[in-house]
């Protein structure tokens, strides 16, 4: 073989190998952190008479981040993975459950829900021919319609979604919380989660969680 032919071997066989590298990093799928229990993480809080905890885990940098094929942080949305432990021996519900972000500076942030989120990382706007992507319409098709669908299926993977939360088990899940232009979002914040219900219906106290220096990486 000569050597022109030989380079021309070499060279094929590398770009075979990098559009297989790519081909996978594309169609790599955002798979759910496995929970601990709630009392493991550095931000819970515990309700002993009620025998729940719940707790949250902020990802707002890398290694953390590395598991979203979507750079949420860069479109100013921060997400925070939420862990509920149930000690009790009845279920509760948390398909009600309502969760705010509370900084320092007395800013409240509802967490957003599927379509807010597809909105800002697909940067959705107004479109004479809009192509539907879950429930969002999206402007034209091919590879930039691809990709949103990719996104929109990572944020629905990822969202905690749980109906109730069974006796001596733990369900978890990412909430999303806009904080493009807000001060000061993490130092001294404060994670509230209302609307948890026991099996009888009554709603439990609120669970206040203080988000610590060491459970995320500075802004």
């Known amino acids: 073989m000569s050597v022109p032919r030989l380079a021309v071997s070499w060279l094929t066989s590398l770009l075979g190998i990098a559009f297989l590298c790519i081909s996978l990093l594309a169609a790599k799928e955002f798979v759910r952190p496995t929970a601990d229990r709630a009392a493991s993480y550095p931000c819970h809080d ?21 598991i979203f094929a979507t750079n949420y942080m860069q479109e100013g949305i921060l997400p925070v993975f939420v862990v509920i432990t149930n000690d009790g021996d009845q279920p509760v519900s948390v398909n009600h459950m309502l969760s705010e972000w509370v900084t320092t500076r007395k800013s409240k942030l509802e967490a957003l829900d599927v379509d807010d989120v597809m909105r800002r990382v697909g940067h959705v706007s107004g479109s004479s021919n809009p192509h539907p992507v879950g429930p969002i319409n999206l402007p034209g098709h091919g590879p930039k319609n691809k990709k949103a669908q990719q996104e929109y299926d990572e944020i ?64």
């Open 156 to 219: 629905t993977r990822a969202m905690f979604t749980a109906a109730a939360v069974e006796p001596h088990s733990t369900q978890s899940g990412f909430l999303f919380f806009d904080v493009q232009n807000v001060r000061d979002y993490l130092a001294g914040a404060h994670v509230y989660l209302t609307g948890i219900r026991d099996s009888s219906g009554n709603e439990l106290m609120y669970f206040d969680i203080a988000v610590v220096p060491s459970n995320a990486a500075g802004p």
């Open 46 to 66: 515990t309700h002993p008479a009620e025998k729940v905890t719940a707790a949250v885990d902020v990802y707002n940098a890398p290694p953390k981040t590395d």
